[in-house]
């Protein structure tokens, strides 16, 4: 479901002082809400029409480094503006924050158009297509991470002091994974959760226990491939609110410590016809697939490896991907198979689906959902004939389709896919592979702490 507030109700609430502040956000290129807090009087009287904001939103790195290379947008260009035009169909309180509301913007250029680097613009892209196809592209993600007792404040001033974070604290000492007890001892932040998305219209189903010490999952119920995408960005950003005003901090990345298990994003997917049908059954197949199922999974392991990069964007990403910690490394199919990159779940009911596995807690839902769609609906257009079902353990198969092992080998895989470049535009992938190889430049440029206490001394 999108929002839960109209701008009629927020007008009221604003009236009757219940809101005083609004954020008014886009959604940049690692996924994260960027933009600004308004007075909600003012935003009420006119800010709801637009705003601006720097073009370099689309063109920083994590560390907001103005990266250079970029064609949209550069010192050369002058770092101009683009314009925020809210989307109010995603208007919503924010419970956890006092009086708080929050919109979700698109990103456009000064003539009104969508910029096309815009993660939610390439997303709405391929909703468009899949719509003119015939389907709706309904999606569903997993979202783990791992909560620690320390503060970010705390590993803030640990970091300083010692040149890197230290003294990490798990918030569990042992392996969760479904586990009652030792997630009651962490409702302080899972249940504010919960609740806080559930009343900002974001509809949760359940927390649970993960496989580690401290880690966590949220689950949302399925959606539209954008309302999905939207309630994702959220929800990440709930996350860290919630955790830090008890105290606590998170992390969404792939993979902290390579002892501990990586934390995944999978997603889930399903066509469905324009009036409501579910296009991935047929009742007649001795798994409940119809055709237009196994094209689409079929154009999804054909072109798994030029969509990896949206789905791993870091190189931190690609240690997850190891074996005997439910993360794949093969590229191919199976029927509820957790060591295959992608998992048919639901067979034989109308909640047959595509659950793809190789995405990290790190990924853009935009960006990925938007690969994942483009590499499908291209099997349904060019009728791709399904390989056979992998059984059996897939870390231990020789001789098939291997996820790709380092973002090197993942971004030159996107730089070459013509289907990508004919699904989102040469401009679109330009810029995605640029910032692909500002990850691994400055990856490759800093000597890190293992290099430090396994050469200083020995080499």
């Known amino acids: ?182 997630t009651t001892k962490e409702e302080e932040v899972m249940r504010a959760l919960r609740n806080g998305l559930y009343a900002a219209g974001i509809p949760v189903e359940c927390s649970k226990g993960e496989a580690d010490a401290g880690q966590e999952e949220i689950n949302v119920k399925y959606s539209d491939a954008l309302d999905t995408a939207d309630n994702h960005a959220i929800t990440k950003t709930a996350v860290k609110d919630i955790a830090a005003a008890k105290g606590r901090s998170v992390t969404f990345m792939a993979k902290y410590d390579h002892r501990r298990a990586g934390s995944s994003s999978h997603v889930h997917q399903s066509l469905w016809t324009l009036d409501g049908k579910p296009a991935f059954r047929d009742a007649s197949d001795p798994h409940g697939m119809s055709a237009t199922m196994k094209h689409f999974l079929a154009g999804q392991l054909a072109h798994a490896g030029a969509i990896t990069a949206l789905l791993a964007p870091y190189i931190n990403s690609y240690k997850r991907f190891c074996i005997g910690m439910f993360a794949p490394t093969k590229a191919v199919w199976s029927r509820d198979n957790r060591t295959a990159g992608f998992r048919v779940c639901g067979e034989g009911t109308s909640a047959i689906r595509v659950e793809c ?39 231990s198969a020789a001789g098939v389709r291997e996820i790709p092992k380092t973002l090197r080998e993942a971004a030159a895989m996107l730089h070459g896919s013509a289907m990508l470049r004919a699904a ?22 800093v000597v890190t702490d293992f290099e430090l206490s396994r050469l200083f001394e020995r080499a």
């Open 424 to 445: 989102m535009g040469d401009d679109v992938i330009d810029h995605y592979h640029h910032a692909a190889l500002w990850e691994i430049q400055e990856q490759d440029r």
């Open 1 to 182: 479901m999108p929002g839960n507030m109209t701008f009629d109700a927020l007008k009221k609430a604003v009236k009757a002082g219940e809101i005083d502040t609004v954020l008014v956000a886009g959604v940049d290129m690692q996924g994260r809400l960027m933009g600004k807090r308004f007075h909600a009087q003012f935003f009420v009287d006119s800010g709801h029409a637009e705003t601006h904001c720097c073009d370099y939103l689309l063109a920083v790195d994590m560390e907001m480094t103005t990266v250079p290379g970029y064609k949209s947008s550069s010192w050369e260009r002058g770092y101009g503006d683009y314009v925020m035009r809210p989307d109010m169909a995603t208007l919503r309180p924010l419970p956890w924050l006092p009086g708080t509301a929050l919109v979700l913007c698109d990103l456009l250029d000064h003539h009104h158009h969508e910029v096309p680097q815009s993660p939610r613009a390439i997303l709405k892209r391929q909703i468009a297509r899949a719509e003119a196809m015939g389907f709706r592209a309904m999606m569903a993600t997993e979202l783990e991470f791992y909560l620690f007792e320390t503060s970010y404040n705390a590993l803030r001033d640990s970091q300083q002091a010692h040149g890197q974070i230290r003294d990490l604290k798990a918030i569990s000492a042992y392996n969760e994974d479904y586990h009652i007890f030792q």
């Open 357 to 395: 596995r190789i995405g990290g807690a790190d990924l853009n839902p935009y960006l990925a959902m938007a690969g994942l769609l483009a590499a499908g609906l291209d099997g349904i257009e060019q009728k791709m004939e399904l390989e056979p079902e992998m059984r059996g353990d897939m870390y």
